[in-house]
């Protein structure tokens, strides 16, 4: 048994399309010479399936995650919307070390990071794109 990471596009009308991950990992890398100029200055919504595979056919998912990658006026990986995102993330992370005697102080900080990354970076499918994926996953075998 083995994991593999399965990268989707969605395009405008909903189709989805299969996007070999080794060139998503050079645009998320933002290797000078990956671009998609067809998505310059766009956010585009993403899939990011993690499949559980036997004899390298899938035949479970572990993981489905909905994201939004946002593109430069020349077609890569926004620089500075990659930061943010980034530091979105860091900022999610629970506190470590707080006041735990102190009654009176809520530390939220977190999950409104989390709400701010959720409404940034992630979007929710329709049943019709859900089940798209599902057939471009499993049918074929």
């Known amino acids: 048994m083995s994991i593999a990471i399965w990268i989707f596009i969605v395009n405008d ?8 991950l080794a060139r998503f990992e050079r645009l998320i890398e933002r290797n000078p010479k990956e671009r998609l100029p067809q998505y310059a200055g766009k956010r585009i919504r993403y899939v990011e399936v993690a499949l559980e595979l ?3 056919e899938p035949v479970g998912i572990l993981r489905i995650l909905y994201l939004i ?7 890569r ?12 993330g860091v900022e999610m992370m629970s506190p470590i070390l707080m006041d735990r005697d102190s009654k009176q102080v809520v530390e939220a900080r977190h999950r409104f990071a989390k709400r701010r990354f959720d409404n940034e970076y992630r979007w ?6 859900e089940s ?10």
């Open 69 to 75: 990658l946002p593109f430069d006026s020349e077609g």
């Open 132 to 141: 798209a994926i599902m057939e471009a996953i499993f049918e074929p075998y």
């Open 54 to 56: 036997e004899q390298r």
């Open 13 to 20: 009308d909903d189709s989805i399309q299969r996007f070999p």
């Open 124 to 129: 929710k499918p329709t049943q019709e794109i």
């Open 77 to 88: 990986v926004d620089a500075a919307e990659q930061e943010k995102e980034r530091r979105l």
